[in-house]
Nanobody, 113 residues
Framework: QVQLVESGGGLVQTGGSLTLACAAS????????MSWHRQTPGKQREFVVS?????KTAYAESVAGRVTVSRGIRTINLRMDSLKPEDTALYYC?????????WGQGTQVTVSD
Protein backbone atom coordinates (compact mmCIF):
# COMPACT_ATOMS: atom_id res chain seq x y z
CA GLN A 1 0.00 0.00 0.00
CA VAL A 2 1.34 3.40 -0.98
CA GLN A 3 1.61 6.00 1.76
CA LEU A 4 3.02 9.51 1.89
CA VAL A 5 4.58 11.11 4.92
CA GLU A 6 5.34 14.82 5.05
CA SER A 7 7.58 16.69 7.45
CA GLY A 8 9.33 20.00 7.89
CA GLY A 9 6.50 22.43 8.52
CA GLY A 10 6.62 24.95 11.30
CA LEU A 11 6.54 28.58 12.34
CA VAL A 12 8.89 31.02 10.62
CA GLN A 13 9.20 34.79 10.38
CA THR A 14 8.58 36.73 7.20
CA GLY A 15 11.62 36.45 4.96
CA GLY A 16 12.69 33.15 6.48
CA SER A 17 13.09 29.72 4.93
CA LEU A 18 11.69 26.24 5.41
CA THR A 19 12.20 22.91 3.72
CA LEU A 20 9.31 20.50 3.43
CA ALA A 21 9.98 16.83 2.81
CA CYS A 22 7.73 14.09 1.53
CA ALA A 23 8.55 10.42 1.29
CA ALA A 24 6.51 7.68 -0.34
CA SER A 25 6.50 4.10 0.83
CA UNK A 26 5.05 1.07 -0.90
CA UNK A 27 5.23 -0.34 -4.42
CA UNK A 28 6.01 2.53 -6.77
CA UNK A 29 8.32 2.91 -9.76
CA UNK A 30 10.26 5.86 -11.15
CA UNK A 31 7.33 6.67 -13.44
CA UNK A 32 5.60 9.00 -11.07
CA UNK A 33 4.89 12.63 -10.49
CA MET A 34 5.06 14.18 -7.06
CA SER A 35 3.73 17.57 -6.22
CA TRP A 36 2.96 20.00 -3.42
CA HIS A 37 -0.33 21.75 -2.88
CA ARG A 38 -1.57 24.00 -0.11
CA GLN A 39 -4.81 24.96 1.49
CA THR A 40 -6.04 27.62 3.88
CA PRO A 41 -9.34 27.49 5.77
CA GLY A 42 -12.33 28.25 3.59
CA LYS A 43 -10.37 28.06 0.35
CA GLN A 44 -9.76 25.38 -2.24
CA ARG A 45 -6.53 23.47 -2.28
CA GLU A 46 -4.11 25.14 -4.69
CA PHE A 47 -1.19 23.93 -6.73
CA VAL A 48 2.33 24.88 -5.64
CA VAL A 49 4.82 22.75 -7.61
CA SER A 50 4.72 19.57 -9.67
CA UNK A 51 7.71 17.42 -10.54
CA UNK A 52 7.74 14.25 -12.62
CA UNK A 53 10.78 12.13 -11.75
CA UNK A 54 13.44 12.91 -14.32
CA UNK A 55 11.29 15.60 -15.87
CA LYS A 56 10.71 19.32 -15.71
CA THR A 57 9.24 20.92 -12.62
CA ALA A 58 6.29 23.28 -12.90
CA TYR A 59 5.77 26.13 -10.46
CA ALA A 60 2.81 28.22 -9.42
CA GLU A 61 3.33 31.88 -10.24
CA SER A 62 2.91 32.74 -6.56
CA VAL A 63 6.06 30.81 -5.57
CA ALA A 64 8.21 30.87 -8.73
CA GLY A 65 11.67 32.16 -7.95
CA ARG A 66 11.32 31.55 -4.22
CA VAL A 67 11.28 27.75 -4.11
CA THR A 68 13.64 24.94 -5.00
CA VAL A 69 12.50 21.38 -5.64
CA SER A 70 14.61 18.27 -5.32
CA ARG A 71 13.43 14.81 -6.32
CA GLY A 72 14.31 11.24 -5.61
CA ILE A 73 12.32 8.33 -6.95
CA ARG A 74 10.30 8.28 -3.72
CA THR A 75 10.84 11.74 -2.37
CA ILE A 76 10.18 15.36 -3.07
CA ASN A 77 11.64 18.19 -1.05
CA LEU A 78 10.45 21.76 -1.28
CA ARG A 79 12.72 24.48 -0.02
CA MET A 80 10.91 27.78 0.37
CA ASP A 81 12.79 31.05 0.74
CA SER A 82 11.67 34.63 1.28
CA LEU A 83 8.51 33.37 2.93
CA LYS A 84 5.52 35.69 3.19
CA PRO A 85 2.48 35.63 5.48
CA GLU A 86 0.38 34.63 2.47
CA ASP A 87 2.40 31.40 2.27
CA THR A 88 0.75 30.31 5.52
CA ALA A 89 -1.19 27.13 4.77
CA LEU A 90 -1.46 23.42 5.27
CA TYR A 91 0.87 21.90 2.71
CA TYR A 92 0.01 18.55 1.15
CA CYS A 93 2.20 16.18 -0.80
CA UNK A 94 0.60 14.34 -3.73
CA UNK A 95 1.77 11.33 -5.71
CA UNK A 96 0.46 10.36 -9.13
CA UNK A 97 1.48 6.85 -10.02
CA UNK A 98 0.01 4.17 -12.26
CA UNK A 99 -3.17 6.15 -12.71
CA UNK A 100 -3.76 6.57 -9.01
CA UNK A 101 -3.54 9.60 -6.78
CA UNK A 102 -2.27 9.55 -3.23
CA TRP A 103 -2.20 12.36 -0.68
CA GLY A 104 -0.24 12.87 2.50
CA GLN A 105 -1.76 14.08 5.72
CA GLY A 106 -0.40 17.62 5.41
CA THR A 107 2.15 19.71 7.26
CA GLN A 108 1.41 23.20 8.57
CA VAL A 109 3.48 26.20 7.55
CA THR A 110 2.87 29.44 9.42
CA VAL A 111 4.66 32.64 8.47
CA SER A 112 4.45 35.43 11.03
CA ASP A 113 4.72 39.10 10.06
Amino acid sequence: QVQLVESGGGLVQTGGSLTLACAASGPITQYNTMSWHRQTPGKQREFVVSSPFGGKTAYAESVAGRVTVSRGIRTINLRMDSLKPEDTALYYCKLLHDGRVYWGQGTQVTVSD
